[in-house]
């Protein structure tokens, strides 16, 4: 599934036409659940460092396209669908969005450069926070604007709630 999204995306980079990209999912309840932590423990220590690297290149490329992205959230984003969505330039979250690193709570450190653009975008000690507690946010009754987590800083933009 990987390499056929980063041939859309190489196809995307060179199409005149294209003027945004809007990333969803097919699935009413996953937006992208990330890897499969199960199928990772059979790989070996070579393997896992070729797929995180494969990941994170691709999540640059998603990251560098020339028009803007949007994940557009509204089910299960966590791992590496939360890395997902965060190499897109802005996120919108639906009612039954739920995001988060997940993986961190089996000492699993996100490898597709979620740390990295997570700090940035909320500054580190709130990264920290998120990363070190695995904390999972969900977006019922817009819970997540009045705590300020970085994942509903849209909903502000878009007058569903303030920060």
């Given at each position: 599934m990987i390499e056929e999204f980063r041939q859309v995306l190489t196809a995307l980079r060179f199409d005149s036409q294209a003027r945004v990209v809007v990333l969803n999912s097919a699935l009413e309840k996953t937006f992208c659940a990330g890897a499969d932590l199960k199928e990772r423990s059979t790989m070996s220590p070579t393997e896992v460092r070729e797929f995180v690297f494969l990941l994170r290149s691709t999540f640059?490329?998603?990251?560098?396209?020339?028009?803007?992205?949007?994940?557009?959230?509204?089910g299960f984003a966590l791992?590496?669908?939360?890395?997902?969505?965060?190499?897109?330039?802005?996120?919108?979250a639906g009612p039954k969005a739920m995001m988060g690193l997940p993986e961190?709570?089996?000492?699993?450190?996100?490898?597709?450069g979620g740390t990295q653009r997570l700090s940035r975008l909320i500054g580190a000690a709130k990264a920290k926070e998120l990363i070190f507690t695995c904390k999972v946010t969900q977006n019922y009754?817009?819970?997540c604007c009045h705590t300020s987590l970085f994942f509903f800083r849209c909903f502000a933009e878009v007058g569903h709630g303030g920060v």
């Open positions: 640059s490329d998603l990251d560098s396209l020339p028009m803007p992205t949007i994940a557009a959230i509204d791992g590496g669908g939360t890395e997902l969505a965060l190499s897109c330039d802005l996120r919108v961190t709570s089996l000492a699993i450190i996100p490898g597709a009754n817009n819970e």
